[in-house]
């Protein structure tokens, strides 16, 4: 056997024995390099099958949870579809007609009229509270006193709106005699010198009386106050 393997490996020539030495030595490498890839494979290939043994692990610890969740879950449906005197071929066309934001908003909208609800409800009881072991009201006295006051209401503004439009006439009438006031004032004024001026002329008027000639000369060089 071993002339066999020496007779094998004697080359014609060094030339063509270092040629096979390459050839081995690159099949060497290439199978370390295929060998090395093989045993990461092997590495990862086994984490991910510890890693899968793992997941199966904890999927079956946490089945019977999910299980129990399931039945609750199951259980609360069944019960609001009673509560609601509803079927499930009745609410999903709701589910079709009704985007998830419109149930948001609507969610928002109920939680809004509940927190309303619930102040409204604190404001009556401190209110109950408040008036506890008060004499009730008597709701048809109060009635009529609040007619009796609204018909006193009614006639008060009846009669400011009388006053008001009595106001406006007067002054509408104010507005329109003024100017004859003034204009009347004037022909008193005027009437009252004239008879003055009638009074010293004729002698009526005691130490005042004035001939024509005296009376004219004054109005001339203007020293005369009736006719100022």
Avoid at 25 to 30: H, V
Avoid at 82 to 106: F, G, I, N, V
Avoid at 166 to 177: E, G, H, P, R, T
Avoid at 214 to 225: H, K, Q
Wanted: proline letters at 2%; hydrophobic letters at 30%.
């Amino acid at each position: 056997m071993l002339e066999q393997l020496s007779s094998s490996l004697e080359y014609p020539s060094e030339e063509a024995a270092m040629q096979e030495f390459d050839k081995s030595k690159a099949k060497w490498k290439k199978a370390a390099r295929d060998a090395e890839d093989a045993q990461k494979k092997s590495s990862t290939a086994s984490e991910a099958f510890v890693n899968c043994i793992s997941l199966i692990q904890r999927y079956m610890d946490e089945l019977p949870g999910l299980q129990k969740a399931l039945q609750e879950r199951q259980a609360s449906y069944t019960e609001l579809l009673h509560a609601k005197d509803m079927t499930e071929s009745e609410w999903k066309p709701l589910t079709e007609e009704y985007s998830r934001q419109m149930a948001d908003q609507l969610q928002k909208e109920t939680d809004t009229w509940k927190q309303k609800k619930i102040a409204a409800q604190t404001v009556k009881d401190s209110t109950s509270k408040a008036i506890d072991g008060r004499t009730k009201p008597d709701l048809e006295l109060a009635k009529a006193q609040m007619e009796e006051a609204e018909v006193k209401r009614r006639l008060a503004q009846e009669k400011l709106d009388s006053y008001k439009e009595q106001y406006k006439a007067d002054q509408d009438a104010c507005s329109i005699l003024t100017p004859q006031m003034e204009k009347r004032g004037k022909i008193i004024e005027k009437h009252a010198k004239l008879e003055t001026l009638y009074k010293l002329l004729s002698g009526n008027m005691s130490g005042n009386r004035m001939d024509l000639e005296t009376f004219c000369a004054e109005i001339l060089s203007g020293e005369n106050i009736i006719c100022s």
